[in-house]
């Protein structure tokens, strides 16, 4: 009987793994090489007056520049270096926080997008999410969780106790 159970179970985790595997082939599209059109810019995200590269590809049209259109550095051409487009620009100092778009137009007809999140410490940006600040002073929910958790383990070692002395008896 147990040999039964065993095989079954085997066969049922083979069937689920076909399936998935099936779906997953059918919904897969195929990657030819050379055909993914892309763009992206480092550092992201950016302090306003620093340097960004650029780096993209436009498919099988690596040789021949193409052109990256953005608001927060205007327009930059992209040229062929080791099987990729690359570039260089200075995002303006006085540039404004914020995300912005990044273009990339080939001359295949080929295009791709990013965006590009731009930083200015001299003016405050988004923060990091920190919560409420409850626990930053006096006796805030920080505060109540660790007395609370330390009166829950004093009553289990009562409790514990209670069973070892109940159970001597």
């Known amino acids: 009987m147990r040999g039964l159970v065993s095989h079954r179970a085997l066969s ?31 550092p992201n995200p950016a302090q ?25 550095f205007g327009r930059v051409m992209l040229r062929p270096d080791n099987g990729f487009l690359t570039g260089a620009v200075t995002i303006p100092g006085n540039k404004q926080p914020g995300d912005y778009p990044v273009d990339l137009r080939c001359s295949n007809g080929n295009t791709a997008s990013t965006v590009l999140t731009v930083l200015n410490m001299a ?33 289990v070692a009562g409790l514990s106790a209670r069973r070892r002395a109940g159970s001597r008896v």
Request: hydrophobic residues 45%; proline residues 3%.
């Open 12 to 42: 049922a985790v083979l069937t689920v793994l076909g399936l998935v595997g099936a779906l997953v082939l059918m919904v897969a599209t195929p990657a030819r090489a050379g055909e993914n059109t892309f763009v992206e810019v480092t």
């Open 48 to 72: 306003a007056g620093t340097r960004v590269s650029i780096r993209a590809s436009c498919g099988n049209d690596n040789n021949r520049q193409a052109e990256v259109n953005s608001d927060a």
């Open 123 to 155: 003016q405050p940006s988004k923060g990091p999410a920190t919560g409420g600040g409850g626990t930053a002073t006096g006796r805030g929910a920080g505060s109540l969780l660790l007395v609370g958790g330390l009166a829950a383990v004093a009553v």
